[in-house]
């Protein structure tokens, strides 16, 4: 996703090679103006994004309740099987296994393709509104006369050290401009959280004969954990490590 924003984001700034070639005036030493921004945060930040989200989030709530309700039901044959009596037949006991391994083998399956599904769409969302978004970005670094904006996204942050003094960060400016020229109000609930990296399933285990059964990864009530990746809140911008 960093390699396609940033080609997004060189197009819509106008910074490529054979443009640069033919207009570009010669070069020179001038004050540098730098600028932070989160992009990401910037992106899924905006009223836009936000409803986006919402939406894909509306979307894949009858898959994830079909999860939550087989996550629980395993664990119900889990807790079975671990509280069976001792008089259990030793037949019984590994029939009542296959099936809890087959169910839990097909849970994980469900939410592997469920992960898979919702991150390839949160992506295509991502790089629809950063194209958008970069045409807000070149307009305000030019009217505000800024020679550099670095993105400092935790997964790609490369800036070192900020002067805690000075406020750099232009993440929330770029946002309210954009929800300006978009026209679209915000969303009437709490604004979703948007997926910056996603975790695989849980494997699965198949229990052992008088051993208590694995654990099962808790079906979530919101798409905000394991099953559905890791989620940064999107009601405060990014902030370089040295302003924290």
């Given amino acids: 996703m960093y390699r396609a924003y940033l080609l997004l984001l060189a197009l819509g700034l106008g910074l490529s090679a054979t443009g640069a070639a033919q207009t570009a005036p010669p070069p020179q030493a001038v004050p540098a103006k730098i600028a932070l921004i989160s992009l990401e945060n910037a992106v899924f930040g905006t009223n836009e994004g936000q409803r ?47 099936a809890i391994d087959t169910k839990e083998k097909q849970l994980n399956r469900d939410t592997e393709d469920a992960l898979s599904g919702y991150n390839s769409e949160l992506e295509e969302i991502y790089n629809r509104l950063a194209q958008k978004l970069a045409v807000t970005l070149k307009n305000y670094i030019v009217q505000n006369g800024y020679t550099i904006v670095l993105d400092v996204n935790k997964d790609t942050n490369s800036v070192l050290m900020v002067n805690p003094a ?79």
Avoid at 66 to 76: K, V, W, Y
Avoid at 174 to 199: C, D, E, H, Q
């Fill in 52 to 98: 986006a989200v919402e939406d894909l989030m509306a979307k894949y709530a009858p898959r994830k309740a079909l999860i939550d309700a087989a996550a629980a039901e395993l664990d119900s044959l889990k807790q079975q099987l671990q509280n069976a009596p001792a008089t259990l037949s030793d037949a019984e006991r590994n029939n009542r296994m296959k």
């Fill in 166 to 244: 000075n406020n750099l960060d232009i993440t929330d400016a770029i946002i309210k401009a954009y929800n300006a020229s978009s026209g679209i109000a915000a969303p009437a609930s709490a604004p979703p959280a948007a997926a910056t990296a996603l975790a695989p399933p849980a494997a699965a285990a198949t229990p052992q004969h008088g051993a208590a059964p694995a654990p099962l990864p808790t079906a979530p009530s919101t798409l905000t954990n394991e099953h559905y990746g890791s989620y940064v809140p999107l009601t405060q911008p990014a902030q370089p490590a040295a302003q924290k």
